[in-house]
């Protein structure tokens, strides 16, 4: 037989029914296939390249740490810049929180963070404080600790069999509240169902058999940057401190200027005992995650622990990963990253608000900073959702892709099931200029998918 032999496809690809770009390089806000097209990455990757593409202070940074060490075991050693980069984060870090632990990325971050609570209790005499509530409508990531807690319906589908005995409470979402209220109604009646739902809870499972409570500050990826009522996070600390339980925040998206400040935690006023972080510590350019545990859990553990968290990777704290996050913070601070985050934030949800107007298909914009969403609805003023498994985010992003731009499409905002949202999370160094290019390539996308409804129902 003739012809060109074909070459073999050695990926395992992660949806095997797709083909996708291949791409060569990036620089700033853009990435470029081999094909010569350029995207505007309007998503940041995964919500993970907040300082953009082709930084070269850290490629340098992790260049050098690999000449210097490529790897050390932490169970035996540390490095200069390990002890600096904790140094870095502590500082940025809510004051009772000092010690950095860290983790290739934010799911093993928050199995870390379950794990340390259940110690934590463990030690003290509690032998029984096992059980970690999560919340439905929230994602963790995909080991099974964090996989359990977290409320990604479609992720947890496959493995329910596996997971273990974690509990969950609804998200708050004031606008589609599972509870059957209205923001105005809580205000006035100075309640909030959504946050007295895990008192509840704890007294029904029995204190004695909680150990953790963890949530996003914002809901990021399964409902498009969802912001909770004012004072829900006040009142979930004060139901922990009650029931001696640990509260663990996730800011592996919300993290590092992402939201205008830091941390997200810092918009509520409210400390927890364990602060999950990834994605924008290292920028995207090494896999680097952690957690920055509370004084009070590490005295315990010195005090009741022999001093040993039980638990550990062979990675945690790699060399060039955390020379690659150490460049970057310092990036942060030097080019004054969160500033123009937070500024181009505002603009940004301006320019939504505007096309929201305009726009049946747009439901309401929320989020902060640079962590932006809005539903997507098959008539805004009719509250019409798309039927479970149109994917329209999905449809949308590939719109949007093929006019140059790439964002991130999730489904199930309502209930896991019903609801499509599209979150738009850009670095943080993005310029107006090219927020009004974002604006521009989204308004065109919609435009094409409205007409091509509107069609189809005549």
Request: charged fraction near 25%; include cysteine.
């Amino acid at each position: 037989m003739g012809g060109v032999k074909q070459e073999k496809d050695y990926v395992f690809h992660r949806d095997f029914t797709k083909s996708y770009p291949l791409i060569t390089h990036g620089e700033g806000v853009y990435l470029y296939d081999s094909q010569g097209k350029r995207y505007l990455d309007a998503s940041s990757g995964a919500v993970a390249a907040n300082l953009g593409h082709g930084v070269g202070e850290i490629a340098e940074a992790m260049a050098q740490q690999a000449m210097k060490a490529g790897f050390v075991h932490t169970l035996r050693f540390e490095t200069e810049v390990l002890q600096e980069l904790a140094r870095e984060i502590g500082e940025l870090a809510p004051p009772t929180l000092n010690r950095v632990y860290f983790t290739s990325g934010g799911s093993e971050a928050n199995e870390s963070a379950i794990k340390l609570a259940r110690q934590y209790h463990a030690d003290r005499g509690q032998p029984g404080k096992h059980i970690a509530i999560g919340r439905w409508q929230s994602y963790h990531g995909n080991t099974m600790a964090s996989l359990s807690a977290g409320g990604d319906i479609k992720r947890r589908k496959m493995y329910t069999p596996m997971l273990n005995h974690a509990r969950h409470i609804y998200s708050p979402y004031c606008k589609r509240c599972p509870y059957g209220k209205t923001a105005e109604t809580c205000q006035k009646d100075s309640t909030l169902a959504c946050a007295d739902d895990l008192e509840r809870l704890i007294r029904e499972l029995g204190p004695e058999n909680i150990s953790c409570f963890i949530c996003e500050p914002i809901v990021g990826s399964q409902q498009g940057a969802v912001v909770p009522p004012e004072g829900y996070l006040r009142r979930i600390r004060e139901i922990c401190d009650r029931y001696e339980v640990v509260m663990i925040v996730d800011e592996v998206m919300t993290g590092f200027g992402r939201t205008g400040t830091n941390f997200a935690i810092e918009h509520f006023g409210v400390e927890p005992d364990i602060l999950t972080f990834g994605k924008g510590v290292s920028g995207g350019y090494a896999p680097l995650a952690g957690m920055v545990v509370s004084d009070k859990l590490v005295d315990s553990l010195i005090q009741y622990g022999n001093g040993r968290f039980v638990h550990g990777y062979t990675f945690s704290g790699h060399p060039v990963s955390v020379a690659a996050g150490l460049a970057a913070v310092r990036y942060y601070r030097e080019k004054r990253v969160r500033e123009n985050g937070a500024q181009q934030g505002d603009y940004l949800f301006l320019r939504l608000q505007e096309l929201q107007s305009r726009h049946a298909m747009m439901g309401e914009v929320r989020g902060k900073g640079l962590l932006l969403g809005f539903e997507l609805l098959l008539d805004q003023e009719k509250d019409l959702h798309f039927p479970p498994g149109l994917d329209m985010a999905e449809r949308l992003n590939q719109a949007a892709m093929e006019r140059g731009a790439v964002f991130y499409p999730g489904t199930g905002t309502v209930d896991g099931i019903l609801g499509n949202h599209l979150l738009v999370a850009p670095p943080l160094t993005i310029s107006r200029a090219e927020v009004d290019e974002l604006v521009q390539i989204l308004d065109e996308a919609v435009t094409m998918w409205e007409e091509q409804i509107r069609a189809s129902l005549q």
